[in-house]
């Protein structure tokens, strides 16, 4: 069955992003000029302003901030999945994304530990997600 669940796409901007997942890597943009890591990624540093940007591979780990769980699909390729969970995860070098986590474990709580792991869901495109450490 193909995937039929909405898809990123690739640019100039969150490329790096993208092409790191497909190799099991969780990149980070950050400011050459002043350090700053952020996600997403963007041409200018919101803190700086420089365009001098570069890209670093993260721990892949961090903290869990907040999560819900969808008990309704917008997409129907969530159809056999709901419910699903959508959490924010506070990334070790700073960043807050958003992703999923796993429905694996029942107690989750705020704080908890996590760490990334790669969902490869076509050949071209692979989805960091998280489950708890
Ligand atoms: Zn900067």
């Given at each position: 069955m193909?995937?039929?669940?909405?898809?990123?796409?690739?640019?100039?901007?969150?490329?790096?992003?993208?092409?790191?997942?497909?190799?099991?890597?969780?990149?980070?943009?950050?400011c050459?000029?002043?350090?700053d890591?952020?996600f997403?990624p963007?041409?200018?540093?919101?803190?700086?302003?420089?365009?001098?940007?570069?890209?670093k591979?993260?721990?892949?780990k961090?903290?869990?901030?907040s999560?819900i769980?969808?008990?309704?699909?917008?997409?129907?390729?969530y159809?056999?999945?709901i419910?699903?969970?959508?959490?924010?995860?506070?990334?070790?070098?700073?960043?807050?994304?958003?992703?999923?986590?796993?429905?694996n474990?029942?107690?989750?709580?705020?704080?908890?530990?996590?760490?990334?792991?790669f969902?490869?869901?076509?050949?071209?495109?692979?989805?960091?997600?998280?489950?708890?450490?």
């Amino acid at each position: 069955m193909s995937y039929n669940k909405p898809l990123p796409r690739p640019d100039t901007t969150n490329g790096p992003f993208w092409a790191g997942a497909k190799q099991g890597k969780l990149m980070l943009q950050y400011c050459k000029a002043c350090g700053d890591t952020r996600f997403p990624p963007s041409h200018i540093c919101p803190k700086c302003l420089s365009s001098d940007q570069d890209w670093k591979e993260a721990s892949g780990k961090g903290t869990l901030q907040s999560w819900i769980e969808m008990h309704r699909a917008y997409w129907d390729g969530y159809k056999g999945e709901i419910p699903y969970r959508v959490a924010l995860i506070q990334l070790e070098e700073g960043p807050v994304v958003v992703s999923n986590i796993d429905n694996n474990s029942d107690n989750l709580r705020l704080g908890q530990p996590v760490t990334v792991v790669f969902d490869a869901v076509t050949d071209d495109v692979t989805i960091p997600k998280f489950t708890l450490a």
